[in-house]
C-alpha cells in the first residue's frame, strides 16, 4: 500500500490540499475543485446491477475490479464510492469495500468508523432534534404543532422506529436515510451545505404553515458539525488506484449515489471515473440519472450492469440459486432483458457484467455469454474477486469502447413534470407497472405539497429485491399495481421522497446477523467465525 500523501502526489494534490489521517487515508479541500475548475472531465462510467440477492451481486466488487482493469491496460482511473453504514456491516450484507483481490483498503476503517463522517451526520441530525424539542419545551414561540423530523442512528434498530419521549412522539431512522445525508452528499461547499440545511422542513404551526430550520436557527451550528464531513474521504484499492469513498445514502430509501464533490474530483484528477449507484437499475440507476446527475453538469458516458447467475437462477424461481440449474437462469434472463431494454431507451450506451463464481457451471455461464451476444448486448465474464485487475481486463477494454460512443441520453422524466406524473412514469417505464395508486395520505399530501409550489425530483423508497413494490416478487412479472403510501419532504436535499408500501426507514437485524458471527483476535484481526 502506497503512504497517502505519495498518491496525493501522484494524483496532482498539492501537500496543502491533502489532509492525513494517519498513513493510509485522506480528506481532500475542495479547493482542489476550484483550482481545477476549467480542466476537462474524464469520462464517467456508472456501475449499476440486476436486482440483487439479499447478499447482494458483488456490485462494489466489480466497481473495484473495473479501476484495476482500466490501470492494466493503460489507462488512469479513479473509483468513487459510498461509505459503508454499520447497519449492513452487522447485518446481513457485511462490508462494502469489496472482496478477494479487488478491494479497497483499509478496510476495516472504511466499514467502521473511517474519518468519523457518519458518527458527524448523526450528530447533526440529533441535535436538530434537540433544538427542535427544546423550543417546544422552552415556550414554543413558532407554534409547532406537528414535528415531522425524526432522530437517527447508525445501526439496524427496528425497535426504535417508533418512540415516545415526555415531548411527544417520536421515532429514528437510520443513519443512511438521514435527509442530512442526502444533504451532504449532494452539497458543492459550505455555503451552499447551509443553504440546503435552512431550507430543511422541521414541521408545521398549529395553522398548518409549514417551519423550516431558517424558521427555528441553528444551520450554522450543523454546518460547523459538518464541515470536516464535506471533504472528500481518499483511500486506495490493494494495488493503488486513487479511491474516494464519500457520503452513503441507501438506494432503497435514499437516492443512492456518493458525494457530487468525490465524483467532481474524481472527473477532474483522472480520464475515467468508475462510480456506483446502489441496489439494481430500478433503484440507483434511477436516481443517479434523474437526480445526482443534472449537480454534476457531466453526462454518463457508459453504463455497466452486474449479474451473476445465481441472481438470474433466484429471479427464475429457484429456492437454491447456488446450485446448478439452467431452466432456472434461462427463466430468469427477463428481468435483465427489462434493465437493459430500459437503459437502451434512455439513450446510453451498456455493457454486461457477470460476476463470475469459482463455482459457477461453465454451461450456464456459456448460456448466458451467447444469450447476450444473439441479442445484440456488450458482455464481459468478471474475475476481479480471484484475480483482481487481470481479471477485468475484458470488461475495461470494452468499457473503453462503447464509452466513446455518442449517446442519446433523454430523461426518465422532464423537470417541470408534476410530481405524480414524475412517480408514475418511473413506476411505469422503469418498473414495468400497470398503474400506480395512491393513498389518500399520499394524494392529500401531494396536493399540499402543489399548492407550496414544491416541484422537485422523486425519490423513491423501494424494495431493492423486485422491480415492483413487492420483495417476494421475483422476475419480470406479470403487469402490476405499485402503492404510494406516502410522499415526504426532503427540501433540503431537493426532492420528494415517494414511500411504497411497507417501505422502513429504520431496517431491523436478520434472524442471524453478522454481528454474532464476528471473531476477532488479540492483534485486533477479523474473520467470520467457522
Not at 49 to 58: K, L, R, V
Not at 93 to 108: E, M, N, R, Y
Request: with cysteine.
Amino acid at each position: 500500500m502506497e503512504k497517502i500523501v505519495s498518491l496525493c502526489e501522484k494524483m496532482g494534490v498539492a501537500a496543502d490540499e491533502c489532509i492525513p489521517y494517519g498513513f493510509d487515508k485522506a480528506k481532500i479541500d475542495l479547493k482542489v475543485l476550484k483550482r481545477l475548475q476549467d480542466k476537462k472531465d474524464g469520462k464517467l462510467i456508472l456501475v449499476t446491477a440486476i436486482n440483487p440477492t439479499p447478499a447482494g451481486e458483488g456490485k462494489t466488487t466489480v466497481s473495484i475490479g473495473l479501476t484495476q482493469g482500466l490501470k492494466q491496460i493503460g489507462k488512469h482511473p479513479i473509483l468513487a464510492l459510498r461509505e459503508p453504514s454499520l447497519g449492513p456491516v452487522f447485518g446481513l450484507k457485511g462490508g462494502a469495500t469489496g472482496g478477494g483481490k479487488s478491494i479497497v483498503v483499509p478496510s476495516d476503517d472504511i466499514n467502521l468508523h473511517f474519518t468519523g463522517d457518519l458518527h458527524a451526520i448523526t450528530a447533526a441530525n440529533n441535535l436538530l432534534a434537540a433544538l427542535i424539542d427544546n423550543h417546544m419545551f422552552q415556550g414554543n414561540e413558532l407554534g409547532i404543532e406537528t414535528v415531522t423530523w425524526k432522530r437517527c442512528m447508525d445501526m439496524n434498530d427496528r425497535n426504535l422506529r417508533e418512540i415516545e419521549t415526555p415531548q411527544r412522539k417520536d421515532g429514528f431512522i437510520i443513519t443512511a436515510a438521514s435527509e442530512i445525508m442526502a444533504i451532504l452528499a449532494l452539497s458543492t461547499d459550505l455555503m451552499d451545505l447551509k443553504n440546503r440545511i435552512n431550507r430543511i422542513l422541521i414541521g408545521y404551526n398549529n395553522e398548518g404553515k409549514p417551519l423550516f430550520v431558517s424558521d427555528l436557527g441553528g444551520a450554522d451550528a450543523l454546518v460547523w458539525l459538518l464541515k470536516d464531513a464535506l471533504n472528500p474521504n481518499l483511500v486506495q484499492t490493494i494495488d493503488g488506484v486513487p479511491t474516494f469513498v464519500h457520503a452513503g445514502p441507501f438506494a432503497n430509501i435514499a437516492h443512492g449515489c456518493n458525494s457530487i464533490v468525490a465524483t467532481k474530483l474524481a472527473l477532474k484528477l483522472g480520464d475515467y471515473t468508475v462510480t456506483e449507484a446502489g441496489f439494481g437499475a430500478d433503484l440507483g440507476m434511477e436516481k443517479f440519472l434523474d437526480i445526482k446527475m443534472p449537480h454534476l453538469g457531466k453526462q454518463v458516458d457508459a453504463i455497466v450492469i452486474v449479474t451473476t447467475l445465481r441472481a438470474l437462477k433466484s429471479h427464475g424461481g429457484a429456492e437454491k440459486f447456488s446450485e446448478p440449474n439452467l431452466e432456472a437462469m434461462k427463466q430468469g434472463l427477463p428481468l435483465l432483458a427489462k434493465h437493459l431494454d430500459n437503459i437502451k431507451r434512455i439513450g446510453l450506451p451498456c455493457v454486461i457484467a457477470v460476476n463470475h463464481y469459482d463455482n459457477d457451471v461453465q454451461d450456464e455461464v456459456d448460456y448466458m455469454m451467447l444469450w447476450a451476444k444473439e441479442n445484440g448486448h456488450h458482455i464481459a465474464l468478471c474475475d476481479g474477486f480471484s484475480k483482481g485487475g487481470e481479471g477485468m481486463v475484458d470488461l475495461a477494454n470494452i468499457v473503453v469502447e462503447i464509452a466513446e460512443h455518442p449517446s442519446s441520453y433523454h430523461p426518465i422524466y422532464l423537470k417541470d413534470d408534476e410530481p405524480k406524473l414524475k412517480i408514475e412514469k418511473i413506476a411505469k417505464d422503469i418498473y414495468g407497472a400497470k398503474e400506480v395508486v395512491f393513498t389518500k395520505k399520499a394524494q392529500a399530501q401531494l396536493e399540499t405539497y402543489a399548492l407550496l409550489g414544491w416541484n422537485l425530483p422523486v425519490c423513491m423508497a423501494k424494495t431493492p429485491l423486485s422491480i415492483t413494490g413487492d420483495a417476494s416478487v421475483h422476475g419480470l412479472p406479470e403487469p402490476f399495481t405499485l402503492q404510494i403510501s406516502e410522499i415526504r419532504p426532503s427540501l433540503g436535499a431537493g426532492f420528494l421522497v415517494a414511500l411504497t408500501k411497507g417501505i422502513m426507514v429504520m431496517p431491523g437485524l436478520n434472524k442471524s446477523p453478522r454481528a454474532l458471527h464476528i471473531e476477532i483476535d488479540a492483534s485486533g484481526n477479523v474473520k467470520d467465525k467457522e
